[in-house]
């Protein structure tokens, strides 16, 4: 019986195994491979160039400061919103993570059409106080730090907050007791019991920095990070370069996770959730009027992107150029999306890809959570190893890997053609969003008591029967959200887009971006809003999908 | 962080002298729900008091008003006779026990222990010092480098009441000291936590659901019912000389009967059996109650088989097996059902038997 089983996993086991290596190991290794092809020349060639030298510096320079700003919005965000009571709290809080839903080109853009030289607030500043120059540049370091931090607080708000919902507020009451005042209760018992949420989020945040690409893109001016230089040595053609600098990139990522690791090594302990304490109404009439005040200036922040994204889609191409709002307003550039065969094409291209993508994820994932979750074999281990593993992956060096592998139909080195056709983006989506799928099932089918497998089969029902009635709907609520997240990434997936797209298999990230550089200002917006207009509409299908069956 | 250690804490006696601890009339509101309804009590230094109730009967949220994590809408909380209602826990320098413990799981246990001392700005070589030696008093000397989560639940109340003690507090508060153990344990920690409270002299407050808790480590006990007081006094006392019918329903086993009051003594009839009974009545009483229970309990009436000419007549509804007794559950008429234990005995379920009272007295109260 228990070896029968044991096979069985194998049997099981065997493809997913094998098809991740095919796909996420293989691309990689033959990146670092290449990078070797003529020794140490390549290498030579990266350390000896200043261009080269300067984009590492300069992508860990904005990954840690990144993660600082990060935590420098979201830790007190988390505080005020987790622990006071006062009037827009509750306004707060429902904006707070709106960042987050803005696919991450849409983010720089509107932030471009704020802050960039000719954006709106910058312009108003600039007539406001008779300036003959426009008072800042969104360029270099800080212009992409200063989107990051914007986009990505939201990690540390929902991991600190988590982390504050799950606080003992008897540790902190003990404390209190104990005669600590309230700075000696945050120093010694609250910030040190909520680090791994920090520490956490902080992670993240290192690692969406890190791997980052369209702020530094569109922003950079002549600043180079790994991520850009990387598709600078591709399009160069100099493939061998390309390597080292993408082995470089997910070296970085990988030292980063380590480091984090190795800084939260001592902790042993668990937040035991005991429930959180109340939150505490602000008493102090100034105090309350300073909070509302600054809580309505946050939210404006927060929701002043996504407004201008919809309004720049109603201006009219062209014509927007030295007033602080565009001008003139007009229906056309949604006209021309939905009748243009051509401008239509990203829209059905992003939709069907991040399908693909999503339902080759959910097959996948599910057989690897289920095995990993319930079943004890020989190659577990790997199995959760190569899950995980793409998360440690910068996106681009995903994407050249793919490039490098899977340019040539060669069944001895198993390798197929799908550089240049459709098939190459759904795959790198495919292999970014593991990670995200299979944990989110993997913490469905843990709620799920073991047991329940036992029961079933001896009951006298069949694998297949135990799987679809028993162990699927455990999994339901995992694959729903995982496949949700899934998908919203993939729609509006850019980093890995650039390096691998074609012109017929186009995103809408890359339509974005072209109609940007044709200073298609509406055009690029209506693109925008019509990718925040998928998210929502797919958040919504999978919310009442879930309503209906649960 | 400045601040002199002595000049943080407030109220209470100068001089280092220990004062009784006394919530007067307090009353604490959550919406339109009153969790405790004008409840006063005084615990003088040195003395145990157990505040006993089921869940949900206020225990708690007093025993946090008298610690300051809660401020009463009505009555005031004293120290010493010092109104400290409004001052808060960190600057009353009371020692607290939480139920769970609440000990800081990111710090070892020495650490832990000193933390009190540490907000109070003692250096560091004196607060280990001191918390090595607090350990010590509480049977854990040379544990102050392990990890909470290597402690087990007795190791860990242990922490916790060296944790309060170590502050010299000017008094100790402890939330179901003991729910958390098993058994065995439980028993004699009872009897170490009798001891040490005692032996620090100052007025101690700790909340149960467990009488028997009570019973065995407190001087008084105050008991609590949906938020009100219903009688504070010795465990003999509230055993013996119950105030009222809820008091002697809660405390201990028994069943209340309705009697007639003679004064000096009282009646019970069951069955159309009448019984001539002595009583004890509740301090302060007035000398007849129109309207009075007799509490009969399981060890103050006898049983015999068979049916006696001036015994109460029942049938035995269930029979259990306790060690040195046996607890029989009998229904006598008119839907009286009584417990009787008994050192020995050959009834079995389904007998008819026949029941009296034993000398007493027997706890009478009004109606």
Known sequence: MRSSLRAQSWIIAFPVIALLLWSVVYPNAAVIAGSFENGLGHWREFAASPADREALQTSIVISVASVFASLAIGIPLAFLLGRFEFPGRRLLRAVATLPAALPPLVGVIAFLFLYGESGVVTRAVQHTLGMAHAPWQLKGVGAIVFVHAYTMYVYVFLFVSAGLERFDATLDEAASGLGASTWQRLRRVTLPLLMPAVAGSALLVFMNALGSFSAPYVFGGGLRVLSTQILASKTNGAMGLAYVETTVLALSAVAGLALFRWLDRKRKYTLASKGGRSRRTIRSRRIQILTSVASAIIVIGLVLPHLMVVLVSFARDGVWTTQVLPPEYTLENYRRLFSESELWRPITNSVSMALIATAANLVVCFLAAYLIVFRRFRGRGLLELLVALPWAIPATAIALGLAATFNRNDLLTARILLVGTFWILPVAYFIRDIPLVASAVESSLRQMDASLEDAARGLGASWLLTMRRVILPAARPGLVAGGLLAAVTAVGEFVASVVLYTHSNRPISMEILAQLRALAFGTSAAYSVLLIFLVLLMTLAARSFEERVA | ?367
């Open chain 2, 1 to 367: 962080m400045t601040a002199a250690p002595k000049a943080r804490t407030e109220g209470g006696a100068d001089g280092g002298k220990v004062g009784a601890l006394a919530v007067n009339e307090v009353t604490r509101r959550f919406g339109d729900y009153t969790a405790v309804d004008s409840v006063s009590f005084e615990i003088g230094p040195g003395e145990l008091l157990a505040l006993v109730g089921a869940s949900g009967s206020g225990k708690t949220t007093t025993l946090r008003m008298a610690a300051g994590y809660e401020v009463p809408d009505a009555g005031t909380v004293t120290l010493g006779g010092n109104d400290i209602t409004r001052v808060p826990p960190e600057r009353r320098g009371f020692g607290m026990v939480f139920q769970h413990y609440a000990l800081f799981p990111h710090m070892p246990v020495e650490d832990n222990v000193a933390f009190g001392l540490e907000a109070r700005g003692v250096n560091k070589v004196d607060r280990l010092t001191k918390a090595r030696a607090a350990l010590a008093n509480v049977g854990l000397e040379g544990a102050g480098s392990r990890a909470i989560q290597s402690l087990s639940g007795g190791e860990q109340q242990r922490v916790a009441l060296a944790r309060a003690m170590v502050i010299e507090p000017r008094a100790l508060l402890l939330d179901e000291p003991l729910s958390n153990l098993d058994p065995t344990l439980r028993h004699t920690m009872r009897d170490d936590l009798r001891a040490m409270l005692r032996r620090v002299g100052v007025p101690a407050l700790f909340v149960t659901h467990d009488q028997e808790d009570a019973f065995a480590i407190a001087d008084r006990i105050a008991l609590l019912q949906k938020g009100k007081l219903l009688q504070v006094g010795t465990p003999e006392e509230l055993y013996h000389a119950p105030i009222s019918r809820e008091v002697a329903a809660f405390i201990g086993r028994g069943a209340i009967v309705p009697a007639v009051d003679k004064g000096k003594g009282a009646t019970v009839t069951i069955g159309g059996v009448a019984r001539e009974l002595s009583v004890t009545r509740p301090k302060g009483a007035p000398e007849q109650f129109a309207e009075a229970y007799v509490l009969l309990r399981p060890d103050t009436l006898e049983m015999s088989r068979g049916a006696g000419v001036l015994a109460w007549r029942g049938r035995v509804i269930n029979r259990r097996f306790a060690g040195n007794i046996i607890v029989y559950r009998i229904q006598l008429a008119d839907g009286v059902t009584v417990e009787v234990e008994t050192a020995s005995g050959e009834a079995r379920e389904d007998d008819n038997v026949s029941v009296s009272p034993l000398k007493g007295p027997f706890p009478l109260v009004p109606g």
